[in-house]
């Protein structure tokens, strides 16, 4: 079908002066007795256009009591209207009705809530926020890529299945075709894993990490950026079941090499967002959270800080402000902590270095001190922690004086073992909560609102 | 750490020439009693650099001594070799030895099959052949992501755990957090779903395509590229229990724009790839499949042809060409039939549309003659089927009428439906699995060897 994108007319409106044809969907119908008003959108630009119809359409009467929501194709002619809202208009010289739209169509011109709205998230794209954030999430994916590929990053599809031990015990999803209501059973009684689909029990992964590492053993620069699971049963505006992660990582590299790539790949993004989101990050600025503009651009604008964690301890403590959860060495920082040290202290994003080994995964390459871990978290304003990384135990000896310690079981971590045994180098990485990204860029409060089909405690619906 | 990478060097050698460290794995060292070679690949790049190493090193006879796969940082003087193998080599003056590698390491410098390396799937991106294919891989998903953005397509992440029963019964992987031993039980003594995580029976997906359809309605061009699974006890080089796919969506399309959207897209991945990965796709054509880089070529500049079912039929049944499936009107094309039309009979890529209703998806557009839709496979030489696309049934009436038929049940599809109540429009779409795209590119004809770490029936190895 020929038709021009309302993105493309917007983007050069002069050269299309003369007969256009454009489709869509109606936003809004105004009318009088010989002639009327549509605002129609396709989806493809945050803006509408505003079609004008006359009673020499044969069809006038049909058209002028389109109901939101209908689409159309329009034919006419383009003009440019200078000095008005909208910088061009579209004379009609014919409206063809693609698909009508009934009164009871649940997106009336009027303001709904989110909640409202994600009872019918299969239409809710069609809204201006939603199509904003979605827009936006597509944007910032895209971004994600562009950055690591430009730097030659391998992006690895690492699996969702897993059937390996050494993902940490609880919280997730199993995978089965065994019959629920009859699973076989072994010798001793148990439900006999061997007969389901893979030989053995299997679950959803709750991150690509040690699946990147031996990538990154062969690429040295690599990424994933792919769904992971949580079967946590937290109901709230943070947590989802499903979402999507970003996980570099990088061989003969450090933590500061980390942190630096984290502070490139957050600028990056956030660059490319302002730049191809120039209406919808508008449109936030003026609906959903006033000030955000302004917070990205500083962001994209400053060095980010680094402190160690025993300094920011000390930093707290020291600071005159109450905090609800105690601060003392060893403690794991809450996100009004995160908060006060990158909105009041720093007054910019910050990355916490060398944690409490304690409070953090057994992987995370032990310091000198033999207390703390060279852990990274980046914190920034209006959110606390956006990133989470660390440079790995490389040292075979290290990492399973560690495992013991924590009563993990070498067997399960052959592999991930061997990689330290042939040919193992320095290397780190971070991972990235793609819908905390998403909810960072938009203002929007509450992951259900940042994923298209949010999946819940309670809820999988469409 | 200032490392320069190996792909650096080798695009611009002469304005390196100078002081280098890089860092990398030895693939090969050869010495005799004062000096010796050794071949450091660094993952970055498909060739590796030679490295010259004198007995004036302190840590000469270590050197010597290093074993296939060990790590090294290497300093030394850039030199060109003008005439020689490699355009350039590193006489270094200092390597110090960042990981070790026993002999016991299982990638010796021999050839291994490919089953082989299966079972060490975690060394194996460290092979020429791996390397290569999932280096071709990351480019390949980028290049689809690029085609779509550029063309304003809105990337949706259509979810992977789906509670919904419209997509097709069977072979579908239930997702559970229910006790396996002792389910909860409601009073007819059937398992109770509603005490699972989502509240009722949930799954993993089969296909993004129906939620993508709810976005092409609001953005009007929309493409999924994410995971999906099939439960499939099928255990053959063409199955995998966990593969992607691409599933792009366009409102205001009808088959032929589908079918341009489809051409333009395998060009474009081609070319990219061509043009990205050129060491990678010569050593494909040199060891994996003679004859890929002329037979990519040609369809890089071939016309896709047409041609409806029907016809094909005629020309299947006309041919001389003895076939095992016998070929008949309503038949389901088998890949001997495939490969006749699209290497013998058309030579170059082939679109067969408008297929009998009956062998094809309930959603796919009724045509006229009401006994076939209007469907599309893209036939390509060498493989057969790489694609499969429908403009989608837009007609509330006509789709009810084709559920009914099937026994569908109309209230399973309720928000599906919708779409055709509120502004729906003409529509098309089509899949595109990932792994054969990559088989295709590759010339490697193993699914399990495109994976990183593939999922079959009874194995879900790393």
């Known amino acids: 079908m020929k038709t021009i ?56 009467k049909e058209i002028a009591k389109l109901g939101v929501g209908a689409a159309l194709i329009v034919t006419g002619e383009l003009v440019l209207t200078p000095g008005q809202k909208q910088p061009f208009e579209i004379k009609a010289t014919s409206i063809e009705v693609e698909g009508e739209c009934p009164p009871e169509y649940p997106l009336q011109k009027k303001r709904h809530s989110f909640e409202y709205l994600r009872q019918i998230a299969y239409l809710r794209p069609r809204t201006n926020t939603f199509g904003a954030v979605f827009r936006v999430r597509s944007l910032a994916a895209y971004a994600i890529h562009k950055f690591f590929q430009e730097r030659n990053f391998v992006y690895a599809h690492t699996p969702l299945i897993t059937a390996s031990d050494c993902e940490g015990a609880g919280e997730m999803f199993r995978v089965t075709t065994l019959d629920p209501a009859n699973p076989p059973k072994n010798e001793q009684g148990e439900v006999n894993f061997k007969e389901d689909f893979f030989g053995k029990m299997a679950s959803l992964t709750v991150s690509g990490q040690l699946s990147a590492e031996t990538f990154a053993m062969a690429f040295r620069d690599v990424y994933t950026f792919g769904p992971t699971f949580r079967a946590e049963k937290s109901n709230t505006p943070r947590h989802a079941a499903e979402f999507w992660m970003i996980e570099p990582e990088i061989a003969f590299a450090d933590l500061n090499d980390d942190m630096q790539l984290a502070e490139d790949m957050v600028k990056f993004v956030i660059n490319y967002v302002l730049e191809h989101a120039k209406e919808e990050m508008q449109f936030f600025n003026q609906f959903v959270d006033k000030g955000i503009l302004e917070r990205l651009e500083n962001i994209v604008n400053a060095d980010f800080g680094k402190v160690s964690y025993t300094e920011a301890i000390k930093i707290l403590e020291g600071s005159s402000k109450k905090f609800e959860y105690p601060v003392f060495w060893g403690c794991d920082l809450q996100t009004e902590h995160e908060r006060y040290l990158t909105e009041e202290h720093f007054q ?32 920034v304003p209006g959110i606390g922690e956006l990133i989470g990384g660390s440079q790995r135990e490389e040292r075979l000896d290290v990492l399973l004086e560690r495992m013991k310690e924590l009563g993990l079981n070498e067997e399960d971590y052959w592999w991930y073992l061997d990689l330290r045994r042939f040919g193992g180098t320095r290397h780190a990485g971070f991972g990235l909560g793609f819908e905390r990204l998403i909810m960072y860029l938009t203002g929007m409060t509450n992951i259900r609102d940042v994923i298209p089909f949010p999946r819940t405690t309670g809820s999988a619906e469409f």
């Not at 119908?29 to 509408?48: A, H, L, P, Q, Y």
């Not at 910019?348 to 990274?376: G, L, Q, S, W």
């Open 5 to 60: 994108s309302i993105r493309t007319l917007y983007g050069m409106p002069e050269s299309y002066v003369g007969t256009v044809t454009v489709a869509g969907w109606v936003r809004t119908v105004r009318d009088s007795k010989t002639f009327g008003f549509i605002e129609v959108n396709d989806g493809t630009f945050f803006k509408s256009v505003q079609v004008v119809f006359e009673d020499h359409l044969s069809n006038f």
């Open 348 to 379: 910019k994003p910050v990355f916490v270095t060398d944690y409490p080994k304690e409070i953090k995964a057994f992987y995370m390459r032990m310091n000198e001190d033999n207390k703390t871990v060279a852990a990274m978290d980046l914190l």
